[in-house]
């Protein structure tokens, strides 16, 4: 769980290093999908990473979001339902 958590934390201070170097002044969201059948990272490790690597807040949206995710052959697919998390910014 930790590599995971490290990995959305590096993520969000990646990207607010970048806003700064385009010279962004103002907050921007990131948008995470987040598998609801994914056991890798909880909900609450995620938002913990985000808020680890400068996120000001996150949020979930109630919405639950429908799409396929595809094999890695292009061949197959299947549908699978995602949360999608919110995180603001401060640049």
């Known amino acids: 769980?930790?590599?995971?958590?490290?990995?959305?934390?590096?993520?969000?201070?990646?990207?607010?290093?970048?806003?700064?170097?385009?010279?962004?002044?103002?907050?921007?969201?990131?948008?995470?999908?987040?598998?609801?059948?994914?056991?890798?990272?909880?909900?609450?490790?995620?938002?913990?990473?985000?808020?680890d690597g400068g996120a000001k807040s996150v949020e979930t949206d109630n919405r639950k979001i429908r799409h396929k995710v595809g094999s890695n052959n292009g061949l197959d697919s299947v549908p699978l339902v995602s949360n999608l998390h919110v995180a603001t910014l401060d640049i």
């Open 1 to 51: 769980m930790k590599l995971n958590m490290s990995l959305y934390e590096k993520t969000t201070e990646a990207i607010m290093k970048a806003c700064r170097h385009f010279g962004i002044q103002s907050s921007i969201n990131i948008h995470v999908y987040s598998s609801n059948i994914n056991p890798k990272i909880s909900k609450s490790e995620l938002h913990e990473a985000l808020k």
